[in-house]
């Protein structure tokens, strides 16, 4: 064996060797407490890829210049990754394709970097950074004379054969957070408005009675100022025809940003050139750090003599939902299962599918955060038991 092969095969070894050490360092302290989190991952089927890589920090704590996501996270899920690993905070997100969108904000924002990702109808995606100005620099808006007016409902589907389902959309001459309130039977619910204020509106709704069933619309302006629609029949409503819309490519994606001052709050207009779903966000400044819960004596010799505080974790959110599009970027929420949004009426959401301390659905309401013995780490066996556990009428 030649001396130059035997130079390449130890140059080799010696990459190996520091990047699984670089890896055990991201997560050494980590498993000082948490070792059986990883001896229980490792003894099942199917196992998320941080855990395997023992890369704790990519979902768990925000991403220092060593954690960066491995290359085969990467190719296997067809994306580049984050170009940034900083910590994100989300300030305002919707999952509903528009192309004029608006958003209020801190003031706090002001002379800070915002991070925009966009997710397009055609599943293109783009991510930018935007400085927001200084305060003073940012013209004030008046309130106007008049409340926001809404057009007719529109009932654009319908159908009832595993269960009642309806979607209904309509407009507001100035961008509004609506929503959707509809009773049947004594019984009154709500569906609740996005983040951001638009001019078009949609809403689903679910396991309702179509003979007796109500809607209205309620919206608010940036200013707000109310306007409540009267409750009409759904029987009342026109199934129009919705002409299929065409998805061919743009070859150029753009937007445009406007900022204005209502009060002290700053409002944020993003206008894109095609329709688009939108999380806006910027890095975040400092988080305090929770301190570490004392385990008694006779506890594991790995925790003794701990003495600093825990590491900063992702907040609820983050972890169980956002977190996850950053690796996973072949798939776009909107096409999805729908997640960050509460349950339909009606449905009862057994205990062991995990739901946000507000109730509402997120990835990890189906898949188990670290590893399984199920497909794609669900939480039941098969899909189908998956799904009927919420949708037992399936």
Known sequence: ???QYMRVITICILFCFLGVSTALANSDLCLKCHRDVLNNATGEMVVHDPIS???CKICHIPAETDATIPESVKQDHGGTGPS?????????????EN??????????????????????????????????????????????????????????H?????????SLSWTTDVPCRCQLHYHFDDNKYVENADDFYTLKHNREIR??????TKVSVQCADTFQQHTQGRFIPLSELTLRTVTPRNLQAHNTTSFSTKFKRIADLIEISV??????????????????????VR???????????????????????????????????????????????????????????????????????????????????????????????CHTNY
């Open 99 to 156: 192309t004029h969108q608006v958003a209020l904000l801190p003031a706090s924002v002001c002379d800070t970097e915002l991070t925009i990702k966009l997710w397009y109808q055609n599943q293109q995606k783009q991510q930018s950074e935007i400085l927001c100005p200084s305060f003073n620099s940012i013209p004030v808006e008046l309130p106007p004379a008049v409340q926001p007016t809404i057009s007719p409902l529109h009932l654009d």
């Open 53 to 55: 890589q023992s890369r």
């Open 295 to 389: 385990k008694p004596q006779g506890a594991s010799e790995l925790n003794n003599g701990l003495t600093s505080s825990h590491p900063t974790l992702s907040d609820e959110k983050q972890v169980n939902t956002t977190i996850c599009f950053e690796c996973h970027l072949s798939t776009v929420e909107i096409a999805s299962h729908p997640i960050n949004v509460l349950p339909p009426p009606g449905m009862t959401i057994p205990d062991e599918y995990p739901l946000l301390s507000n109730g509402r659905l997120t990835c990890m309401t189906c898949h188990q955060r670290h590893s399984s013995n199920n497909e794609a780490r669900l939480i039941k066996a098969g899909k189908k038991e998956l799904c009927t556990g």
């Open 84 to 96: 940034d690993k900083k910590w994100m905070e989300w300030l305002a997100e919707s999952f509903v």
């Open 207 to 212: 396991n309702f009675d179509p003979a007796n």
């Open 158 to 166: 319908y159908h009832d054969k595993l269960f009642s389902r309806a």
């Open 271 to 292: 206008t894109t050139n095609q329709p688009a779903a939108i999380s806006l966000g910027r890095v975040e400044q400092k988080k305090e750090s929770l301190p570490i």
């Open 1 to 3: 064996m030649s001396k």
